[in-house]
């Protein structure tokens, strides 16, 4: 006799709690340490791909995404950052980008103090390694 639609298999129930329970009692240390999570924890770390397709056993295989309208107002921009538990006075010190900003281009003389190792003001000469006369 058949089992009905919706019926669990009393093998796959009984072999699931074996495994369970010999995970357990094996533990990260093989005497029972941490019980099912050593023995994970001991996967995890000596039977990395096993350990990953238990992960992958796990993890769901489809996400119900609820797609929302965009912000187009100041107030609904505010509402959605509060959403997520946001503050708006907490982007206060933020730059955001401004496309019409131009971009500076700089050379390595605008940016770099010459005379560091000066102590009469004038930079140091070409092929000076800035100690001063006769140092090498």
């Known amino acids: 006799m058949r089992a009905g639609p919706g019926a669990q298999n009393y093998y796959t129930r009984e072999f699931k709690e074996a ?4 995970a357990e009692q094996h533990g990260a240390d093989g005497e029972g340490l ?8 001991m996967l995890a770390s000596e039977e990395k791909a096993t350990f990953a397709s238990l992960i992958r056993a796990t993890m ?3 996400m119900n995404v609820r ?3 965009k912000p187009e107002t100041e107030e609904e921009v505010r509402a959605a950052l509060l959403s997520f538990g946001i503050r708006p006075e907490q982007l206060s010190g933020l730059r955001f980008y401004d496309r019409e900003q131009k971009l500076i281009e700089l050379m390595a003389d605008d940016v770099t103090d010459t005379d560091t190792n000066d102590t009469n003001g004038s930079a140091p000469s070409a092929g000076s390694n800035g100690k001063g006369p006769g140092s090498s």
Not at 19 to 22: D, E, H
Not at 34 to 41: E, N
């Open 67 to 69: 797609e929302q309208p």
């Open 34 to 41: 941490d019980g099912i999570v050593g023995y994970m924890r």
């Open 19 to 22: 495994i369970r329970i010999a």
């Open 60 to 62: 769901p295989t489809e």
